[in-house]
């Protein structure tokens, strides 16, 4: 990955967005919930099948004012704030939730979790990656496990990653878009059989929204 600059960051105070914008939650625990989306670019862990490549590089989105995100994501009637990315957690992100939860916001992250995590967060959804695997503390402060599931073997690395949450947290098997036809009845039985596990489904690219 190509690192930004630190110093560019001011600590926290500018961010390298690639987009924001208000829609519905379409996967994990909270899909139907209206939720503003703060999009960071950057990612050191790159799912060949990562639907969002083109925030990979956080070199092509010149960082912006933490004030003029935040001022942006209250002028919508979100009660709910989804921080994702790429990889949001590379970045300090005291500032940006501090900010936010001033203004009663509820605020979530989406991470794979290999990264240490700076900011107060309500709800912590962790999708553990193979190639770049989640830092222990993460899994055990997670409130939603979601494993995406491209082959049958992905069940195992389910598992091992579970075996590391706390008994509150939720677990979810998502297929991977371009497998769903293949896995969602593996998924199914599985989920069926192990019925501590749930089903996620990318329920946004059903609906055709952001």
Known sequence: MKNISQELLEGGRKL?????????????????????????????????????????????????????????????????????????????????????????????????GNCPIRGCFDWICLSPKKNSPPLDKNLAEAHELKVIIETVNDLIWAEENAAKTSPECKLFLQPEWSRYEATIPVIVEYAKNHPEWNISVQTHKFMHIP
């Open 16 to 112: 390298p967005l690639v987009e924001d914008f208000y829609t519905i939650q379409g996967e994990g625990y909270h899909t139907g919930k209206p939720a503003y989306f703060i999009r960071l670019g950057g990612c050191d862990v790159g799912c060949r099948w990562c639907d969002a490549k083109y925030t990979w590089n956080p070199k092509q989105f010149p960082p912006v004012e933490v004030v003029e995100i935040v001022a942006r994501a209250v002028s919508f009637p979100a009660k709910a704030i989804v921080i994702t990315g790429g990889e949001p957690t590379q970045y300090p992100l005291e500032i940006l939730t501090g900010e936010l939860r001033s203004r009663g916001l509820q605020i979530f992250l989406e991470t794979s």
